[in-house]
């Protein structure tokens, strides 16, 4: 006997209209959130910039708590799937380390390192952060549940990866307090590129994060990492490697 589908075409479509309801809630929700918090975000005004019917939140979310969480689940989810190609190498190599795999030696690590910092800062000087950003400000400052689960989906994953590799760089255990805050760091100036947009756009003279700007922040990114664990060895003329 053949398989039947057990969803009629009614059905589907009914579906497919529930996804897309869906993403226009989360979407506006990211907005309207960013913008004014969970206490100044009303129904009314979820439901406009969503473009939806007012009992739309409550039908797909259970409420206006609902919707703020899962729009905290799509930041992470989102962040970490733009940022996941980069890093997918490091936390590969990190997995085989703490079962037992061949030692990191410090040009693998800075291999490793780069890629996944440079991810990051195409991702927040993508004009599609800022939304997130403010959420993520907000969130900062007054940690909810919403925090914990951006930071658990993202932040800890990201900084768990780049610990270890600090840890191989500075020659220092991945767990010390020194290579956590150097490890947040190296993060936060990429983080900072969108959190204070204002400052460097005024301080730098630029409009946007345009293909010019962009050769500068990778730049950036290259040289922080390269100059890792080197800033204590003897002023020699030559290089560690040479």
């Known amino acids: 006997m053949s398989e039947i589908s057990d969803i009629s075409p009614a059905a589907a479509n009914a579906e497919r209209r529930g996804d897309a309801t869906r993403q226009k809630l989360l979407a506006g929700g990211i907005d309207v959130f960013g913008r004014y918090g969970f206490d100044g975000a009303s129904t009314r005004m979820l439901a406009s910039a969503a473009g939806v019917n007012l009992q739309a939140i409550p039908y797909y979310f259970g409420g206006k708590e609902g919707l703020y969480l899962a729009?905290?689940?799509?930041?992470?989810?989102?962040?970490?799937?733009?940022?996941?190609?980069?890093?997918?190498?490091?936390?590969?190599?990190?997995e085989a380390l703490k079962a037992?795999?061949?030692?990191?030696?410090?040009?693998?690590?800075?291999?490793?390192?780069?890629?996944?910092?440079?991810?990051?800062?195409?991702?927040?000087?993508?004009?599609?952060?800022?939304?997130?950003a403010r959420f993520m400000i907000?969130?900062?400052?007054?940690?909810?549940?919403?925090?914990?689960?951006?930071?658990?989906?993202?932040?800890?994953?990201?900084?768990?990866?780049?610990?270890?590799?600090?840890?191989?760089l500075l020659d220092a255990p991945a767990d010390s307090e020194a290579v956590?805050?150097?490890?947040?760091?190296?993060?936060?100036?990429?983080?900072?590129?969108?959190?204070?947009?204002?400052t460097v756009m005024t301080e730098l003279g630029w409009s946007d994060y345009g293909p010019d700007q962009m050769e500068i922040v990778r730049a950036m990114v290259r040289d922080q990492v390269m100059a890792l664990g080197r800033e204590r060895e003897p002023a020699t003329g030559r290089s560690k490697d040479e």
């Open 71 to 94: 729009v905290a689940d799509h930041i992470g989810e989102t962040i970490a799937g733009r940022v996941g190609a980069g890093a997918q190498p490091a936390r590969e190599r990190v």
């Open 138 to 168: 907000r969130e900062q400052m007054e940690p909810t549940e919403a925090f914990h689960r951006i930071y658990t989906r993202v932040m800890q994953p990201m900084l768990g990866i780049a610990r270890v590799l600090v840890g191989v």
């Open 100 to 132: 037992g795999g061949a030692p990191l030696e410090a040009e693998e690590a800075r291999a490793l390192l780069l890629p996944m910092l440079l991810g990051a800062a195409e991702l927040f000087t993508n004009p599609d952060s800022a939304a997130w």
């Open 180 to 198: 956590k805050l150097r490890a947040m760091s190296l993060v936060g100036s990429v983080l900072i590129l969108r959190i204070a947009q204002a």
